[in-house]
């Protein structure tokens, strides 16, 4: 019986070889995924950083509320809405912040 696989084996070289070549592969993706799983779940918590030494940060109600003759119904908005420019003047050293979405091409 043992003869059968070691013919088979001489015959089909290249599929063999093949075959260690995958697992290899196999593995050394398997290890790259745990390195970066484990990377990730040691870093340490990175705090505020960007609104951190504002004293004050005024953000508009992301929610859309409507009375209906139910009582009221409020859902999320699909995009916040900025702040009304006439607001943001009325406050002393207020700086706006501009967001935009930006892709790499």
Do not use: C, H
């Not at 696989?5 to 745990?34: D, E, N």
């Not at 940060?57 to 139910?70: A, C, G």
């Amino acid at each position: 019986m043992l003869s059968i696989a070691w013919s088979t084996l001489w015959t089909r070289k290249l599929s063999f070889a093949g075959t260690f070549v995958a697992l290899a592969l196999g593995a050394a993706l398997i290890a790259a995924l745990g390195q970066v799983l484990a990377s990730s779940v040691t870093s340490p918590d990175r705090g505020p950083q960007r609104y951190a030494a504002a004293p004050v940060v005024v953000v508009p109600d992301d929610q859309l509320t409507v009375d209906t003759w139910q009582g009221g119904s409020s859902a999320p908005l699909a995009e916040p809405r900025g702040l009304d420019p006439a607001l943001a003047a009325r406050l002393p050293g207020a700086v706006p912040d501009r967001v935009f979405p930006a892709r790499l091409a």
